[in-house]
């Protein structure tokens, strides 16, 4: 029996899964197809690529990729090793929780999936998956297909894509993306500068230390801050710019005109005032974090004494028609040095903390 058992764990051991194959075209233009019927693959990417190209007005190319479904998480983690050249030991560690991995490779781009998770889900999570990919797909294409990025913000704008994907389908909201990912972020007590989430290295460090959940919670909120500030046109142009960068903090500059050390700072205030402040001050979040703001009114506040501070300044109320900007320790300090708005929602918080640095 001794002896079979052995057999038959070395023919086993030796046994490479076959995946099955499918593949999927990107196709800008294509119609969006009745959310609720959704019940393939390639509706799915048709609804995402809509999504991406008539709402979020991204630059997506005309492509497409290969899925490979791997039946087991054993079989996933042979399927990186082969196909991407991944280490045997990581590519265990990945398959234990990772639904998917994609590359652009020389037979083209691979999306490796693994389908014992995958497919447990239901389609709006398999169409957030999806959209986050396919973002990276656009990235590649962007970037010539060297794309050489910060991965915090690689991850994080796939992240962002796909939670305005998953609103714009009606299946979820940007919002209550954004506060799971804050929820996240407050289990932590030290935070990770952006410094140490840029390369594949990093990466695998800080999920090692944290698990994947904490560093994709950070990037998506770097990216959902860098949003608010410069714009989705910024991103895209930083994406442009990959190939031709000296390096990645050049690259950052002359995309976002700032300086990656003084985001970084920004981050660290904003990730400090979304932690110190109640959930339930948080504010909805909308679709569209270009869209100018609404002035609606003008008004003074009465002087206010907070401690042993005195301060009065006049306030113009500008009311967003979405949050990105407005729950933040930027915003605050935009508010501090020209003090004529704050939001609606913090406008007592954002003044005192504008008193508090005009003081
Ligand atoms: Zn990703």
């Known amino acids: 029996m001794r002896g079979l058992s052995i057999v038959l764990a070395t023919i086993l051991a030796g046994c490479t899964a076959v995946p099955r194959e499918r593949r999927l075209t990107v196709i800008p233009g294509a119609s969006r197809p009745v959310v609720a019927q959704i019940g393939n693959y390639q509706d799915a990417v048709d609804a995402i690529v809509s999504v991406m190209t008539e709402d979020l007005r991204m630059p997506v190319p005309r492509t497409s990729f290969t899925l490979y479904f791997y039946p087991y998480r054993e079989a996933f983690a042979q399927g990186l090793t082969e196909q991407f050249n991944t280490d045997p030991t990581l590519a265990r560690a990945i398959a234990k929780t990772a639904l998917g991995r994609i590359r652009q490779t020389k037979d083209g781009k691979q999306f490796l999936v693994n389908k014992e998770i995958l497919e447990d889900l239901r389609w709006p999570e398999r169409i957030h998956v999806l959209a986050h990919e396919i973002t990276h797909i656009v990235q590649y294409e962007l970037a010539d297909g060297r794309l050489t990025g910060d991965l915090w913000l690689i991850e994080g704008f796939a992240d962002w894509v796909a939670y305005q994907v998953l609103e714009a389908l009606g299946l979820d909201t940007f919002s ?157 300090l935009a508010a501090a040095r020209k003090p004529d708005w704050v939001s609606k929602s913090y406008a007592v918080r954002a003044m005192a903390l504008a008193a508090l640095s005009i003081v």
């Not at 031709?244 to 904003?270: K, M, P, R, S």
């Open 176 to 332: 209550r993306r954004k506060h799971l990912q804050i929820a996240q972020v407050k289990h932590e007590r030290e935070h990770s500068p952006l410094s140490q989430m840029v390369t594949a290295q990093d990466w695998e460090a800080l999920n090692a230390r944290y698990g994947s959940a904490i560093p994709y919670a950070q990037a998506f909120l770097a990216t959902d801050l860098l949003i608010a500030q410069r714009g989705l046109s910024a991103v895209i142009a930083y994406f442009r710019h990959v190939p031709y960068a000296g390096d990645h903090i050049q690259n950052f500059q002359a995309a976002f005109g700032v300086e990656l050390a003084t985001f970084q700072h920004e981050f660290t205030a904003y990730l400090e005032s979304l932690l110190g402040w109640s959930q339930s001050n948080a504010a909805p979040l909308g679709l569209f974090p270009n869209r100018p703001p609404h002035d609606i009114a003008q008004q003074s506040l009465r002087p206010t004494v907070t401690g042993s501070l005195l301060f009065r300044t006049d306030v113009r109320l500008r009311i967003y028609p979405q949050a990105h900007g407005r729950c933040c320790a930027h915003s605050a």
